[in-house]
């Protein structure tokens, strides 16, 4: 299969190294972004489907070839959906960020929480963009529980499982996650379409 160069627009090692597994059987080779030159792009958007479209489209612009970005969050039903679309943006680092979390969870019962990505791709010679999103529905753990994974993957356990993402293998937890959702519907449209340039 001849695979085309599409650039990650994010610094985020573990998304990229989740994503490009995703997409093996695809006709894209997904280049690490940061490892060409990094792109600094302002989160401005009121969605995540709007942030990772700007992430895209600067990426895209800048290098003047397709780009795919993420955007993702956890939203907890207890606590309004937060952090949602400020999930990586609450605390300098994942150990602070699922703290603060669990501290404002202590003494509530109600845990359901889901997480949410989308995915934009942008396709600047036939001047398109693509939009997928995916959910994945679970419950916030009272303590973390396993070291696989990365941001809040120790405290989610989605529905039907007795286990978190960061207790599961990636092939598990790729099966299952809200990226795996949006890079699928996008897979699916990748195939069905020749229009990876």
């Known amino acids: 299969m001849k695979k085309s160069k599409v650039i990650f627009a994010s610094k985020n090692k573990d998304k990229h190294r989740e994503i490009a597994m995703m997409l093996r059987e695809t006709p894209v080779d997904l280049i690490f972004g940061p490892e060409v030159e990094p792109v600094d792009v302002q989160e401005k958007g ?22 795919l ?3 993702s969050g956890l939203e907890v039903m207890a606590l309004n959906n ?90 598990e937890k790729n099966a299952l996650s809200h990226r795996h959702i949006a890079i699928k519907a996008l897979c699916d449209m990748l195939k069905s379409q020749n229009v990876i340039e």
């Not at 679309?85 to 359901?112: N, P, T």
Request: aromatic share 12%; with cysteine; hydrophobic share 40%.
């Open 46 to 67: 009121k969605s995540y489907s709007e942030n990772a479209l700007l992430k895209a489209l600067a990426w895209s612009r800048a290098f003047n070839m397709p780009a």
């Open 69 to 71: 970005a993420d955007d």
């Open 82 to 171: 937060w952090p949602g679309i400020y999930s990586a943006r609450i605390a300098s680092d994942d150990e602070s960020r699922i703290g603060l979390v669990l501290d404002r969870l202590k003494g509530i019962k109600e845990r359901d929480a889901r997480f949410v990505a989308s995915v934009a791709l942008v396709l600047p010679k036939m001047s398109q963009v693509w939009l997928t999103e995916g959910m994945c529905y679970g419950k916030i753990t009272e303590t973390k529980r396993g070291y696989n994974g990365f941001g809040y993957d120790p405290i989610f356990m989605p529905c039907d499982y007795d286990k978190t993402f960061a207790e599961m293998e990636l092939e």
